[in-house]
C-alpha cells in the first residue's frame, strides 16, 4: 500500500543551525502539507503546497520556514535557523484532491539543543 | 477562533469494553469534522469524518455524530479490542486543507 515516507525519523541540531526534513508523499497525489505537534501540545498546521507553491500557510511559517518540491518526487521542509521552540514532532502529508482525507508519514522528531 | 479539545488520556480499557473519546470544538463558521487515528508506528489516517451538523460518520465499528448544538463530535466503539489501541486525533476544517487538531487521547486496550 503507498504511503508517506519521512527522513529523518530523529535529528538532534544546535541552535542556529540550518535543518532540513525531507517527505517523499504518495506518488500521485497533489497537495501536500507540514504540520507539527510539540510534546503535549495540538497538532498544528504549518503550510500547504499545490501546483509548486504554497496554497496557505500559518502564522508559525515565518521566515525562518521553507517548502521546496525540488525533484517532482520530495517534498522538503526547511528552517534557516532552528531554535529551541522549534523542538517537536514534524508531520508530512499528502492527499489526492480536497477530500478531506490526508496520508499522514510516521514524522520527524526534531530536538534543538 | 478555531479549536478542538479533547479529553486527555491515556484511556485504558479491558478488550470488548464500550469506548467514549470525548471531543468538543470552538468555531467560527460551519466547519466538517474528523477523526483520525495513529497506530503504533505508522502515520496519522482518516478514520471517520461528518460535513455537517447531525451527520455520523461511522467506520471500523467507530461512530461519532457531528452535534452542533453541543459542539461536540465524542468518538465511540460499541466493543473495542487490542488491535484498537492507538492515539486519536479529533479535527476540525472548513476547506479540507488546513485543519486543526487536538492534542491526541491514547488509547490501551488490554487483553
Known amino acids: 500500500e503507498p504511503e508517506v515516507t519521512q527522513t529523518p525519523s530523529h535529528q538532534v541540531t544546535q541552535m542556529g543551525q540550518e535543518v532540513i526534513l525531507r517527505c517523499v508523499p504518495i506518488?500521485?497525489?497533489?497537495?501536500f502539507y507540514w504540520y507539527r505537534q510539540i510534546l503535549g501540545q495540538k497538532v498544528e498546521f504549518l503550510v500547504s503546497f499545490y501546483n509548486n507553491e504554497i496554497s496557505e500557510k500559518s502564522e508559525i511559517f515565518d521566515d525562518q520556514f521553507s517548502v521546496e518540491r525540488p525533484d517532482g518526487s520530495n517534498f522538503t521542509l526547511k528552517i534557516r535557523s532552528t531554535k529551541l521552540e522549534d523542538s517537536a514532532m514534524y508531520f508530512c502529508?499528502?492527499?489526492?484532491?480536497?477530500?478531506?482525507?490526508?496520508?499522514f508519514g510516521e514524522g520527524s522528531r526534531l530536538t534543538v539543543l | 477562533g478555531n479549536s478542538v479539545t479533547q479529553m486527555e488520556g491515556p484511556v485504558t480499557l479491558s478488550e470488548e469494553a464500550f469506548l467514549t473519546i470525548n471531543c468538543t470544538y470552538t468555531a467560527t463558521g460551519y466547519p466538517s469534522l474528523f477523526w483520525y487515528v495513529q497506530y503504533p508506528g505508522e502515520g496519522l489516517q482518516l478514520l471517520l469524518k461528518a460535513t455537517k451538523a447531525d451527520d455520523k460518520g461511522s467506520n471500523k465499528g467507530f461512530e461519532a455524530t457531528y452535534r452542533k448544538e453541543t459542539t461536540s463530535f465524542h468518538l465511540e466503539k460499541g466493543s473495542v479490542q487490542v488491535s484498537d489501541s492507538a492515539v486519536y486525533f479529533c479535527?476540525?476544517?472548513?476547506?479540507?486543507?488546513?485543519?486543526?487538531f487536538g492534542s491526541g487521547t491514547k488509547l490501551n486496550v488490554k487483553p
Open positions: 479535527a476540525l476544517s472548513y476547506n479540507f486543507n488546513k485543519f486543526y
Open positions: 502529508a499528502s492527499s489526492e484532491g480536497h477530500t478531506g482525507e490526508l496520508f
Open positions: 506518488s500521485n497525489h497533489l497537495y
